[in-house]
């Protein structure tokens, strides 16, 4: 299982990003070949992505084929979830600079015990050795 975080979502629904040309092919093995994982806190920041960016009608379409998609698992942020997010906050905040929506990511990995990330996220890249975790990250300009 492979969680993809939101700003993935966001590059490759949106071919005026400069980075959806760098995502597109990755993502869409991705889409082919592997269980993908998300929470609910990431499918409202890609819906508000869309929102802000599309048309009433485009950005419905795209959330509609988002949060249908058959080989994704969508996690609840219920208060088990929310309880393992406040740890990861606590234990990264101060030192590594995580925040709460990225906090819910890494809370979300470890609930379903998920090693590979797909983000373009610097924190996920400074705490991947900590958290031994795969990140992959097609978005980057420069090899990691």
Not at 4 to 25: A, G, K, T
Not at 107 to 135: G, M, P, Q, W
Request: charged letters at 30%; glycine letters at 2%.
């Amino acid at each position: 299982m492979i969680f993809v975080d939101s700003n993935m979502w966001c590059y490759y629904f949106d071919q005026r990003l400069p980075e959806h040309e760098r995502v597109l092919e990755p993502m869409r093995e991705i889409l082919k070949s592997e269980e993908i994982a998300c929470n609910t806190i990431i499918v409202m920041e890609v819906a508000h992505y869309l929102v802000r960016h599309f048309t009433e009608k485009t950005a419905r379409k795209k959330i509609d084929y988002f949060i249908n998609l058959r080989n994704m698992r969508i996690a609840d942020f219920n208060r088990p979830l929310m309880t393992q997010t406040l740890d990861a906050l606590l234990e990264h905040a101060y030192t590594d600079g995580l925040g709460g929506r990225d906090a819910t990511v890494i809370a979300t990995l470890k609930s379903l015990n998920i090693k590979k990330l797909v983000s373009h996220d610097d924190i996920f890249k400074r705490l991947s050795n900590k958290l031994t975790l795969e990140l992959i990250d097609p978005a980057r300009t420069t090899p990691t």
